[in-house]
């Protein structure tokens, strides 16, 4: 489905619940917040689905647009959602339901709903749901500050590999609506906890580094955590702190999970396809951005990874 499509399909339907995916980032929640505002900005009944997960830095984009207890939708949207393996708790009852349209922008997207509006060019989501509402004429002051957090924090401020000249337009769009984006660029790229300085501090010293130093692998246990006082609301994007070091041209973080097994967040600058590495754990993602899960322990989980690699490096 394109984006006229799309935002045609948006503008035929009514009574709409927005899905987005567990372990929730600012593209996922901005994309939901943007279009729940801009649908009811063409006079539709919209809600976010409850149970998102958000950290703090994310609950304010949510406030009023959490659907009530008992609501039925009549339409139901995910956004950003590649994988049936992403719905949260609260989100797979509705993919047993049927999901009636995805909108997304991995190229390891699974077709899972009965319409799909993907395009894997954009560098988040963000983008395609700003087209979609451009359509609408819902890019307004509601939605510009929701879709600029989704843009910006999936190119890590324009920094990562993915950000392209179409994203550094939608921006700009954004701005000209009158978006002040200093105070939302130094809440999510320009501040940091003093727990979350303390996990930092932890895996420089814990780290490990391959090839001469071209990887970098980060095991964060649940120990580590503790011993740094911090929680999840200090781990905010933590997967692109190892990318930093220069020299590091794939980098690794492996959180150990509270219920068991491993989750892997792999980056790259080099040519290595992430999305190929993570694929052979189960996983998937963008060619620079992949994540993957598995029911092992750190260690064996880092062995796996390693291997990936590996066979992908041998796989040309």
Known sequence: MTIKEAAAWLDSHDRYLILTHKRPDGDT????????RGLRGLGKTAHICPGTGETHLFTPYLEG????????????????I????????????????????????????????????????????????????????QVNAETALPLYVAVSTDTGCFQYGNTTA????????????????????KRHFRTKTW?????????VERMHRYEDGKIAVAPVSLSLLDEAG????DMEDIAAFLGQIEGVETSITIRELA????????????????????????????????????????????????AAIRQVERDG
């Open 195 to 203: 727990a979350r300085l303390q996990v930092e501090r932890l895996i």
């Open 82 to 137: 590649a994988a049936r393996g992403l719905f949260t708790d609260t989100g797979k009852p509705w993919l047993e339901r049927g999901i009636d349209l995805a909108i997304d922008h991995h190229p390891s997207q699974e077709f899972f709903a009965k319409e799909t509006c993907l395009d894997a060019s954009r560098a988040a989501c963000g983008e395609i749901i700003y087209e979609i509402l451009q359509e609408l004429g």
């Open 166 to 185: 179409h994203t550094h337009r939608v921006a700009a769009a954004l701005m000209d609506s009158g978006l002040d984006v200093f105070p939302l660029n």
């Open 259 to 306: 219920d068991g097994g491993c989750k892997l967040s792999v980056r790259t600058s080099g040519g290595l396809n992430a999305t190929r590495v993570c694929a052979i754990l189960g996983g998937g993602g963008h060619a620079a951005a992949a994540g993957c899960t598995v029911d092992v322990g750190l260690k064996e989980a880092e062995e796996q990874i390693l």
């Open 65 to 80: 647009l959490i659907a009530p207890e008992g609501f039925q939708p009549e339409t139901v949207v995910s956004v950003d």
């Open 230 to 233: 911090a929680t999840e609301e």
């Open 29 to 36: 929640i901005g994309c939901a917040a943007a279009l729940c």
